[in-house]
């Protein structure tokens, strides 16, 4: 495990919840389930080894207080794997362990944010839980917790530390350091930093929101390998860095539109056991293009 690439990632999730603190809302307010109701599809194409990826999420809150807000979550996508033997870290056959194909992969969950003052300033505590699963089988239960106290919190600019740990079954959990920072220069620019990504958002009209910088792209699918010496189970999972553009719009009431574009290069990518205590596979996957529309309900 890597860990400036989990750093990245919590900060990643964490990072648009924190940003409610901002009095000026970006165009939409979807973030991981911190509205009333969610809907969220999205298509996106990588010129690379997985090309096709379909996304669809939904949320309901069920608690919204000043203090405290719950939802409840549901996830799942599908997409195509099409790896080159001789890519792979040990002479196998791609298709024949069942690494390439379609692959379905599901989750279902909750987020919780919780605020307390400390000090006063606010302690922002995050929660989420997830159970994972695929076509193939059963996953894992899987987790994180958060605390990041808002150092400065203004109308222009957030300022926040704290701990990040993660929690799956069969592992130790693991305890990061983060940080979150966001700063409003003018009504029309922003900048987020997150873990070491960065957003740089300009917003020239209240509809529209042109973001540049960077993401993270996590895809996993859960698969039977039918392969000797490995276990009934594996987990697949490539995570990609995404600098590009970014570009959002309030299509309708409650309706949004995005597209967005870039380049995706591999921070990891491997096949482990179903809980990632033990790793079987490595392969390579060269810089490419990818394309991204997404269409989402939020009330």
Not at 184 to 199: K, V, W
């Amino acid at each position: 495990m890597k860990i400036p690439l989990i750093i990245i990632s919590i900060l990643f999730f964490c990072g648009p919840a924190m940003a409610q603190f901002d009095l000026i809302q970006p165009v939409s307010e979807s973030g991981y389930g911190l509205v009333k109701t969610n809907l969220t599809f999205s298509y996106d194409h990588t010129f690379g080894a997985v090309p096709d990826n379909i996304n669809g999420r939904v949320s309901y809150q069920i608690v919204n207080k000043p203090y405290l807000k719950f939802s409840a979550n549901a996830r799942f996508n599908t997409l195509w794997a099409n790896f080159e033997d001789s890519r792979l870290s040990e002479p196998l056959d791609a298709w024949g362990i069942g690494l390439n194909g379609n692959h379905y992969y599901g989750s279902f969950g909750f987020t919780a944010l919780g605020f307390l003052p400390v000090f006063g300033k606010p302690l922002a505590l995050l929660g989420v839980g997830n159970a994972e699963w695929s076509n193939h089988c059963f996953g894992r239960i899987s987790g994180l917790l958060g605390a990041v106290w808002l150092l400065k919190v203004t109308a222009d600019t957030q300022f926040g530390v704290g701990p990040v740990f993660i929690i799956h079954t069969s592992s130790k959990i693991p305890v990061f350091p983060g940080v979150i920072f966001r700063h409003r220069f003018n009504p029309q620019l922003a900048l987020n930093i997150y873990g070491g990504l960065f957003g740089l958002e300009f917003t020239p009209s209240e509809n529209d929101l042109i973001v540049f910088g960077g993401d993270l792209d996590s895809r996993s699918f859960y698969f039977r390998p039918h392969k000797d010496g490995w276990p009934e189970k594996c987990r697949f999972t490539m995570t990609l860095f995404r600098p590009g553009l970014k570009y959002k719009r309030r299509i309708a009431r409650n309706f949004y539109g995005e597209v967005q574009a870039g380049v995706g290069f591999k921070l990891s990518g491997r096949v482990t056991s179903a809980t990632r205590s033990k790793r079987f596979l490595d392969f390579e996957e060269n810089p490419a293009f990818f394309l991204k529309a997404t269409l989402s309900y939020s009330l």
